[in-house]
């Protein structure tokens, strides 16, 4: 089954607040989690990982925040602008460091509010 | 642009036909993915190939057979399919086999299938 999930398929905020979209995860093994972001007619877009040594990444305008403790993921983006607006998708590499697919949650749905 | 072509972008077919998906990366990479994304479902792995040698089959229906003639490219050939099967087919490309990793994975654009 999944384990990989998304609290909210649909998340709203106005032009320029700060998005935090999150993500549970219920396989203590995972090691390496990525964002990714799908724009309507294209493949999912890498933004930004981290490894399950860290508990924050950042990157442009974006930060990932790991909780293991709670097997918790997040993604938070500074000053959302229009071109934010996309699904967002959390996924997670369960076995490390081989070439072995990820597992992905259901996405969550971006809108920019003028 | 991912470095991750994808063709044909759009495939229409019917159940009695055979058809091939094909996806080649300019990346350098040396493992390649399918998977399949399917309406308010997430995207499911379908197959993972290492240095052009198949490692995962999650278990996919063998209507459905990969190829991977070398590093570069991955084919995906399609016969007998059901209605079910229609969905967008995403190619990926990441490294493989270097200390420090996974590493993330690139997509294509994807397959639009419509099965009739």
């Known amino acids: 089954g999944e384990s990989v999930g998304l609290h909210l398929p649909t998340l709203s905020v106005q032009e320029g607040d700060n998005s935090i979209i999150n993500c549970a995860y219920s396989?203590?093994?995972?090691?390496?989690f990525i964002w990714y972001k799908q724009e309507s007619g294209k493949g999912p877009q890498f933004i930004i990982d981290i490894r399950s040594n860290m508990d924050k990444r950042q990157g442009q305008r974006v930060t990932v925040l790991l909780n293991k403790t709670v097997k918790h993921l997040s993604l938070q983006i500074a000053a959302t602008q229009p071109g934010d607006s996309a699904v967002y998708f959390c996924a997670e590499n369960m076995r490390g460091g081989g070439a072995d697919g990820l597992t992905f949650g259901k996405g969550t749905h971006l809108i920019i509010q003028p | 642009e991912t470095g991750v072509t994808q063709t044909p972008r759009h495939l229409v077919m019917g159940m009695t036909n055979k058809k091939s998906l094909k996806c080649e990366q300019h990346?350098?990479?040396?493992?390649m993915y399918w998977y399949k994304q399917s309406a308010k479902k997430p995207l499911e792995l379908m197959f993972v190939?290492?240095?052009?040698?198949?490692?995962e089959n999650n278990s996919v229906p063998s209507r459905f057979s990969p190829e991977c003639p070398n590093s570069s490219h991955l084919f995906l050939h399609l016969h007998t399919l059901q209605p079910e099967d229609s969905a967008l087919y995403l190619c990926?490309?990441?490294?493989?086999?270097?200390?420090?990793?996974?590493?993330?994975?690139?997509f294509g654009p994807g397959t639009r299938l419509t099965v009739t």
């Open positions: 990926a490309s990441s490294q493989w086999g270097l200390a420090g990793g996974p590493y993330e994975q690139y």
């Open positions: 990346l350098g990479h040396n493992a």
């Open positions: 190939y290492n240095f052009k040698e198949q490692t």
């Open positions: 396989n203590s093994a995972s090691d390496y």
